[in-house]
Nanobody, 124 residues
Framework: VQLQASGGGWVQAGGSLRLSCAGS????????VGWFRQAPGKEREPVSG????????YYADTVKGRFTISRSNTKNTVYLQMNNLTPEDTAVYFC??????????????????WGNGTLVTVSS
C-alpha cells in the first residue's frame, strides 16, 4: 500500500487542522494505521493509531482530548483531526501502515509502510 499524507500547514495556537492519509495500491482498510511526528532536533514519536477494524485506538498523552483519529474505508483514507493546537505540536507528521497485529499501535518499528510527511507549524 502507498500512503500520501496531506493537510499540514500553518496555524495559530488554539487553531485546528485535519490531516489526511490517503492510501493507494491496496485498500488501507486492511491495515492498522499510525500517525507519528518528528520535531526539529527531536526523535520521532507516536501520536495516534487506529486498528484496521477501528476497534483499537491509541493516543499519546500529549494529544489526548485534542486529537481524534478516524478512518473512511470508502475514501481509503485515515484522518487526524487536531484541535487546540499548541506550538509544541509543531512537527512533520507521518502516517504509517502495517498488517493487522495485536502489537501496540504506538510502536514505530512494527509499521512496514510509510509515506511522505506533512509539516504542521503552530505559532504562539
Amino acid at each position: 500500500v502507498q500512503l500520501q499524507a496531506s493537510g499540514g500547514g500553518w496555524v495559530q495556537a488554539g487553531g485546528s487542522l485535519r490531516l489526511s492519509c490517503a492510501g493507494s495500491g491496496r485498500s488501507v482498510s486492511r491495515y492498522d494505521v499510525g500517525w507519528f511526528r518528528q520535531a526539529p532536533g527531536k526523535e520521532r514519536e507516536p501520536v495516534s493509531g487506529i486498528s484496521w477494524s477501528s476497534g483499537r485506538i491509541y493516543y499519546a498523552d500529549t494529544v489526548k482530548g485534542r486529537f481524534t483519529i478516524s478512518r473512511s474505508n470508502t475514501k481509503n483514507t485515515v484522518y487526524l483531526q487536531m484541535n487546540n493546537l499548541t506550538p509544541e505540536d509543531t512537527a512533520v507528521y507521518f502516517c504509517e501502515a502495517r498488517g493487522s497485529t495485536v502489537a501496540a499501535l504506538s510502536l514505530p518499528d512494527m509499521y512496514s509502510y510509510w509515506g511522505n510527511g506533512t509539516l504542521v507549524t503552530v505559532s504562539s
